[in-house]
């Protein structure tokens, strides 16, 4: 059984750098491409990028200049950082799983995700 | 900023039947993207229920069920359940980006 984990500071304050970490057991993160997705309290969802084990990613326009996603096949972890946060940044963070082996398509899916973890942004 | 757009809520008694439209435009579902549909109970991580606007996942019930035509989606519930009562979401593509629609919360009366 596939499980995601997320982990990192609840606290993040304004103009600082959010790090989050998501650790994968019971598969290999060189198996599949994995999404990071936020959740701002009230609103709906938004993909914030997805990076494959080699180092490939994409990443959403709207954030494309503060954040950076990488893994760590050493230690089966993906990680985001995102730069410069602002209250606007404060949310629920998922990582996810595309369902392809080493494929991306626009048809993708994520499944399994994590349970998320909420970073609040303070001023 | 979510480019599909879905009902804020439904509800229905125990055992009727329940829809949840997704409406997208031209550059997600009407240009063919897959829609793909997830349950999030309280407190939990969002469940993959249909992929492939009609693909249940092994082990969700077949009171579940998806469809599309044209720039839309939906998602049905026959025979509600107590434990149907969550947070519906649509996802789909468009423009470079995976998107979701906006939400819609299922009430069971």
């Known amino acids: 059984q596939v499980q995601l984990q997320e982990s990192g500071p609840g606290l993040v304050k304004a103009s600082e750098t959010l790090s989050l970490t998501c650790t994968v057991s019971?598969?290999?993160?060189?198996?599949?491409?994995w999404s990071w997705i936020r959740q701002p309290p009230a609103k709906g969802l938004e993909w914030i990028g997805y990076?494959?084990?080699?180092?490939?990613?994409k990443y959403n326009p709207s954030l494309k200049s503060r954040v950076t996603i990488s893994a760590d096949t050493s230690k089966n972890q993906l990680s985001l950082r995102l730069s410069f946060v602002t209250a606007a940044d404060t949310a629920m963070y998922y990582c996810?799983?595309?369902?392809?082996?080493?494929?991306?398509?626009?048809?993708?899916?994520?499944?399994?995700w994590g349970q998320g973890t909420l970073v609040t942004v303070s001023s | 900023q979510s480019v599909l757009t879905q009902p804020p809520s439904v509800s229905g008694a125990p055992g009727q039947r329940v829809t949840i439209s997704c409406t997208g435009s031209?550059?997600?579902?009407?240009?063919?993207?897959?829609v793909h549909w997830y349950q999030r109970l309280p407190g939990t991580a969002p469940k993959l229920l249909i992929s492939?606007?009609?693909n249940r996942p092994s082990g969700v019930p077949d009171r579940f069920s998806g469809s599309r035509s044209g720039t839309s989606a939906s998602l049905a519930i026959t025979g509600l359940q107590a434990d149907d009562e969550a947070d519906y979401y649509c996802?789909?593509?468009?423009?470079?980006?995976?998107?979701f629609g906006t939400g819609t919360k299922v009430t069971v009366l």
């Open positions: 019971g598969d290999s993160i060189t198996n599949s491409y």
């Open positions: 990076i494959y084990y080699t180092g490939s990613t």
């Open positions: 492939g606007n009609t």
């Open positions: 031209s550059s997600n579902i009407g240009a063919g993207y897959d």
């Open positions: 996802q789909s593509y468009d423009s470079g980006l995976y998107v």
């Open positions: 996810a799983r595309h369902p392809y082996f080493g494929m991306i398509t626009t048809g993708d899916w994520f499944d399994p």
